[in-house]
């Protein structure tokens, strides 16, 4: 069966400090991957998707940028975070089947 | 471009009453698929249920049913004898595809409490 990781599961940064969150898919082979962030109280935001490996495309333009080195490993990352960032962010998985399937969750906090 | 629209922000239930959830959806598209996911407080997306724009019956799983009325461009999520575990929050989304990837366009969510 296919399983997704995120983690970690909670983080408390400093404005301008760095960020990488990791998401990791099992069981599957060439997933479609995608980063989500949801603000408190608000619906998923979409941020990036990935139909392969280096295959990055963006929605919204901000200071977060996302890579796949690995076939089933994706990452988000930002140089300098901002009090904006702040939020939970949700890693999610797709097949050839129209159903996505998320992970745990990393809830960060920008202080 | 796709939006949905999730009017009630919280709605509360005796349990074991049946319960709607009301979502519109603005698209173009002619093929299109419609999500319900529940959220609880420990902040996973759980998958309910799916109805495809073709379908021609509404879509059932276990105690949810979605009333999909294409005219009115609505896709309200039903949950009958409505159960304590049912209290969380609830997104309407839909599918975009492009591009090889299915990307989800969510609603607001709406926050649904069961009392005892």
């Known amino acids: 069966s296919q399983t997704i990781h995120q983690w970690p599961a909670t983080l408390v940064q400093p404005v301008g400090s760095p960020l990488s969150l990791e998401c990791t898919v099992e069981?599957?082979?060439?997933?479609?991957l995608y980063w989500y962030r949801q603000a408190a109280g608000r619906g998923l935001q979409l941020l990036f998707y990935s139909v392969g490996i280096g295959q990055i495309s963006s929605e919204v333009p901000q200071n977060l940028s996302a890579s796949r080195p690995q076939d089933r490993q994706f990452i988000l990352s930002s140089k300098k975070l901002l009090l904006s960032d702040s939020g939970f962010y949700l890693c999610?998985?797709?097949?050839?089947?129209?159903?996505?399937?998320f992970g745990p969750g990393t809830r960060l906090t920008v202080t | 471009a796709q939006k949905i629209t999730q009017t009630q922000p919280g709605m509360f239930v005796q349990e074991k009453e049946a319960v709607t959830l009301d979502c519109t959806y603005d698209?173009?598209?002619?093929?299109?698929?419609l999500f319900w996911y529940k959220q609880p407080s420990s902040g996973e997306m759980i998958f309910l249920i799916y109805q495809g724009s073709y379908d021609e019956q509404n879509a059932t799983e276990g105690r949810y049913s979605l009333n999909f009325q294409k005219a009115r461009k609505s896709a309200n999520l039903v949950i009958s004898a409505s159960q304590l575990g049912d209290s969380a929050m609830y997104f309407c989304a839909m599918r975009d595809i492009r591009k090889g990837a299915q990307k989800l366009v969510f609603g607001q969510g709406t926050r649904l409490t069961i009392n005892p």
């Open positions: 698209t173009s598209d002619q093929s299109y698929g």
């Open positions: 999610a998985w797709s097949s050839s089947s129209y159903e996505q399937y």
């Open positions: 069981g599957t082979s060439n997933p479609n």
